[in-house]
């Protein structure tokens, strides 16, 4: 019965993430296909530029709370049946939740790069991430003007985080979050390879106040 608690774990995690916000906001506004438009990627930078800054910061929020979800409802569902093993079946719906995020069953498996619910599983953990994803994201906005270094710091931030929380014994971090914490990373950065070529040879998109300079 553990290994169907698990199953479903991960479900709940890609099919919230695989909710395909960016599309539909985009979609519902201005009638473009998301897919079709700048990066092609579904998540708030790519609807910011596709739409605007209400639709992108939207969005945004919208893609935290589908990996906020799918921790809340694993933790509601299986708590109490799970016990000690709880950790691990958040860590797997987080996991999941990125993974459906940027290979969306509903898009023909094509998405985002995870940020969001990434940041999102994150903050069900441990709220303070959010708040410190915020700030990480709009300083990189203000000052760096590309999305996709504040990804890769975020997708670097969230395992740190959880390690220095455990190395201090925080009540309720546990190991599962630091490997959940660093897959999620590398599924982030997996998807932003053509982000971190453009960032080699210097041509990667600028956003923000720093495009306009």
């Known amino acids: 019965m553990t290994a169907l608690y698990f199953i479903l774990s991960g479900l709940i995690g890609y099919i919230s993430g695989s909710i395909p916000f960016g599309f539909i906001y985009v979609?519902?506004?201005?009638?473009?296909?998301?897919?079709?438009?700048?990066?092609?990627?579904?998540?708030?930078?790519?609807?910011?530029?596709?739409?605007?800054?209400?639709?992108?910061?939207?969005?945004?929020f919208s893609d935290v709370l589908k990996g906020l979800a799918a921790v809340l409802l694993t933790r509601y569902l299986f708590g109490d049946t799970l016990g000690d093993l709880l950790p691990w079946a958040e860590a797997f719906a987080g996991i999941m939740a990125v993974t459906g995020h940027n290979w969306s069953i509903f898009l023909g498996f094509?998405?985002?790069a995870g940020t969001g619910p990434n940041v999102g599983w994150a903050g069900a953990i441990w709220w303070p991430i959010i708040p410190i994803?915020?700030?990480?994201m709009l300083f990189m906005y203000i000052a760096v003007g590309m999305a996709s270094v504040a990804?890769?710091?975020?997708?670097?931030?969230?395992?740190?985080?959880?390690?220095?929380?455990?190395?201090?014994?925080?009540?309720?971090?546990?190991?599962?979050?630091?490997?959940?914490?660093?897959?999620?990373?590398?599924?982030?950065l997996w998807a932003l390879r053509p982000n971190i070529k453009r960032l080699l040879t210097g041509n990667e998109r600028v956003v923000g106040p720093r495009s306009k300079k």
């Open 151 to 188: 990804s890769m710091s975020m997708a670097a931030i969230i395992p740190i985080v959880f390690a220095i929380l455990l190395a201090l014994g925080t009540d309720g971090v546990h190991i599962a979050y630091v490997i959940g914490g660093i897959t999620t990373g590398i599924i982030v």
């Open 27 to 60: 979609k519902l506004t201005t009638g473009k296909d998301l897919r079709n438009e700048g990066s092609g990627r579904t998540g708030g930078t790519n609807s910011l530029r596709a739409a605007g800054n209400a639709v992108g910061i939207f969005t945004a």
């Open 110 to 112: 094509k998405g985002g």
């Open 133 to 136: 994803a915020f700030l990480v």
